[in-house]
């Protein structure tokens, strides 16, 4: 059964950073596509950030300059740098890994940006 679990989450002051990490296992295949997405209160799930096995990147238009995705194959796991954090990017953040073609979510990490 395959597990995927956020973390690194937490409270921050604005212009801070914060490191979340998603850590995928419990499968013999390998991880097609890395996702990230965040849920603010009261708004729909947004797309964040991708990465795909060959290391390829994806960041939503709106966070390029301040979030950076990565991955490390050997430890089946994704981070997302956050940085310059605005009080606008508080959120529950969600992982979402791709194994195939089968989508697998985590249950998510609170991120606080306090002003």
């Known amino acids: 059964q395959v597990h995927v679990v956020e973390s690194g989450g937490g409270d921050v002051q604005a212009g801070g950073s914060l490191r979340l990490s998603c850590a995928a296992s419990g499968s013999t295949f390998s991880i097609k596509v890395f996702r990230w997405y965040r849920q603010a209160p009261g708004k729909e799930r947004e797309f964040v950030a991708s990465v795909i096995s060959a290391g390829d990147t994806n960041v939503v238009d709106f966070l390029k300059g301040r979030f950076t995705i990565s991955r490390d194959n050997a430890k089946n796991t994704a981070y997302l740098q956050m940085n310059s954090l605005l009080p606008e990017d508080t959120a529950v953040y969600y992982c979402?890994?791709?194994?195939?073609?089968?989508?697998?979510w985590g249950q998510g990490t609170q991120v606080t940006v306090s002003s």
């Open positions: 979402n890994a791709i194994i195939r073609d089968m989508s697998y």
